[in-house]
C-alpha cells in the first residue's frame, strides 16, 4: 500500500445535501421567490412561475411537454394514471428504489411486479424484465439508480416488441443521457423528483415529461383534479387529486433550473477524479457507466469484493462514518419487496387491495427469483455525493477509503 499523505488526523465536515452547506439555494432563488410573493398570486393555476419552469425544463431536455407537480412520488402516479390501466394489470419495477415509485402503483390499483436488477449497475436490464413479462404486463417502469442509466435501447425495444409502454424513473438522474439522448425524453413518460436531496431541490417538488399529446393532456389533468381548465364546459373528468406545485416552489425551482447543468458537470468531474485516485485498489469495484452513457452521480456507489474484504461492506461504512462521510452500507437496508406494504400487504383497511387482485407469480418474492438484487445490496457502499465538494473533500473521501479498504485487509489477515 502507498505512504498515506496526508494522514487523517482530523475529521472534515463535507458539504450535505440537507443544508446550506450543499445546496447552491442563494440570492437568485430569493429574488425569484421575493418575485413571487410581491405577485400575491401562489397558485400555479393563475401565476408564472410554474408554467416557466414547465417551458423551461422542456426546452433544455428537447421534449414537447412537461408538467411540474408536487413531488416525485406524485409525478410516478400521474406517468401511471396517465395510462389508465386496469385494476390488476401488471407494472414491471425494481426492487432497488424509492417507496414513492412504488406507493402510486398500489395506489392506482395496479401490481408492481418486482423485476432482478444487474448487481453491475443496479438497474433492471432487458433481460431482467423479460423474466417478469405475462400477459397482464402494461409497463415497465426503469429507474437510472444513482443517476446511471439504464440500458434504454434493449428495454424500449423489448417494450416496444411487446407494445408496452416504459415509464423512466429519472429522479436521481437529471440530465443523465444514453446515447446521447436525455434519461426522461426517452419512455413514453419522464418523472424527475425536486426533493432535497436530488440534483436540484425546491425541497418538495416533481416533474413528468412526455412527448405524446394525450398523455401530457391526462398528466396536466391528474395534477389538478382533473378539471378541465380554460375549457368551454370544464368538468371533473375522472378520478384525480391535487397534485400542484405551488409558485413559491415554482419560483425557487427556475432559479435552481439554471444552475443544474454546472451542478451535473461538476459531479461528474469531481466522481471522475475520485475514480482515477482509488483505481488500483484492488477488490474495490467503482462506479462505471456504459460507455454509451452519461452517469450523472447523484450517489457515489462502490461495490466490495467479499472475497477480499469479508465483513467490507459494514466494516468500511463504519470506518468512513467515523470520518465524516454518511457513507450507506447496502443504500436501502431490504429490497421493497421485504417492506410491510408488500410483505404483509398493508394497503386500505384490511382488504389487501390490489394484492388481491394478483397471480401468484406476481408475488412471488422468493430470494431465488433476486440473485442479483440481494448480491447488488450485499455489496455496495453509496457514499453521498454532492457538486459543492471541492478537491481536497475528493482527496480526503479517496484517502478515507483507502484506509477503510487497508484496515479491513488487515482484519481480515
Ligand atoms: C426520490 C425518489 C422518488 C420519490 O421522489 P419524492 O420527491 O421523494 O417523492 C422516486 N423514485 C426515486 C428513484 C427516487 O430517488
Known amino acids: 500500500m502507498p505512504e498515506l499523505s496526508p494522514p487523517l488526523n482530523t475529521v472534515i465536515a463535507l458539504p450535505s445535501d440537507q443544508d446550506a452547506t450543499g445546496r447552491s439555494l442563494g440570492n437568485e432563488e430569493m429574488a425569484l421567490l421575493a418575485d413571487a410573493i410581491a405577485t400575491g398570486t401562489l397558485t400555479s393555476t393563475k401565476g408564472a412561475f410554474v408554467r416557466t419552469l414547465q417551458e423551461r425544463f422542456s426546452s433544455l431536455l428537447g421534449v414537447e411537454h412537461a408538467y411540474a407537480c408536487a413531488s416525485g412520488t406524485a409525478a410516478v402516479h400521474c406517468a401511471i394514471a396517465a395510462l389508465d390501466l386496469e385494476p390488476g394489470d401488471e407494472v414491471i419495477t425494481t426492487p432497488i428504489t424509492d417507496m414513492g415509485a412504488l406507493a402510486p402503483l398500489l395506489y392506482q390499483g395496479v401490481i408492481p411486479v418486482f423485476a432482478d436488477v444487474e448487481v453491475a449497475s443496479c438497474n433492471l436490464t432487458a433481460r431482467t424484465i423479460e423474466q417478469r413479462l405475462s400477459p397482464r404486463t402494461k409497463a415497465i417502469v426503469a429507474t437510472h439508480l444513482f443517476g446511471n442509466p439504464c440500458d434504454m435501447e434493449d428495454i424500449l425495444s423489448l417494450a416496444a416488441s411487446r407494445g408496452i409502454p416504459v415509464i423512466e424513473d429519472c429522479a436521481q438522474a437529471f440530465m443523465a443521457s444514453d446515447r446521447g439522448r436525455y434519461v426522461g425524453t426517452m419512455g413514453a413518460v419522464g418523472c424527475f423528483s425536486l426533493q432535497q436531496g436530488k440534483h436540484i431541490t425546491t425541497g418538495e417538488g416533481g416533474i413528468v415529461t412526455t412527448a405524446d399529446a394525450k398523455l401530457a393532456r391526462r398528466m396536466e389533468l391528474f395534477i389538478n383534479k382533473a378539471w ?76 466490495v469484493d467479499s472475497a477480499l474484504y469479508p465483513d467490507g461492506v459494514s466494516s468500511i461504512s463504519r470506518f468512513l462514518k467515523e470520518r465524516g ?87 481480515a489477515a
Not at 433550473?257 to 477488490?283: H, M, P, Y
Not at 462506479?287 to 457515489?300: C, D, I, M, N, S
Not at 473533500?393 to 483507502?402: K, L, N, P, S
Open 228 to 303: 378541465g381548465y380554460g375549457d368551454p364546459a370544464p368538468d371533473h373528468y375522472f378520478l384525480a387529486l391535487n397534485y400542484r406545485m405551488s409558485e413559491l416552489q415554482g419560483a425557487v425551482g427556475v432559479a435552481q433550473l439554471e444552475k443544474l447543468e454546472a451542478a451535473v458537470a461538476r459531479r461528474i468531474s469531481l466522481a471522475n477524479a475520485l475514480t482515477a485516485k482509488l483505481e488500483d485498489i484492488e477488490g474495490i469495484v467503482l462506479p462505471l457507466a456504459r460507455p454509451t452513457a452519461r452517469h450523472v452521480y447523484w450517489k457515489y456507489c462502490i461495490r
Open 325 to 411: 462521510i454518511a457513507a450507506a452500507p447496502r443504500y436501502i437496508q431490504k429490497p421493497a419487496f421485504r417492506c410491510a406494504v408488500f410483505s404483509e400487504q398493508r394497503t386500505f383497511g384490511k382488504s389487501r387491495w390490489p394484492f388481491t387482485l394478483a397471480t401468484p407469480e406476481a408475488l412471488d418474492y422468493s430470494a431465488e427469483r433476486f440473485p442479483g438484487t440481494f448480491a447488488a445490496l450485499d455489496g455496495i457502499i453509496v457514499v453521498p455525493w454532492n457538486d459543492r465538494y471541492s478537491d481536497e473533500h475528493v482527496d480526503y473521501i479517496a484517502t478515507a477509503i483507502r484506509e477503510a479498504a487497508g484496515a479491513a485487509v488487515r482484519r
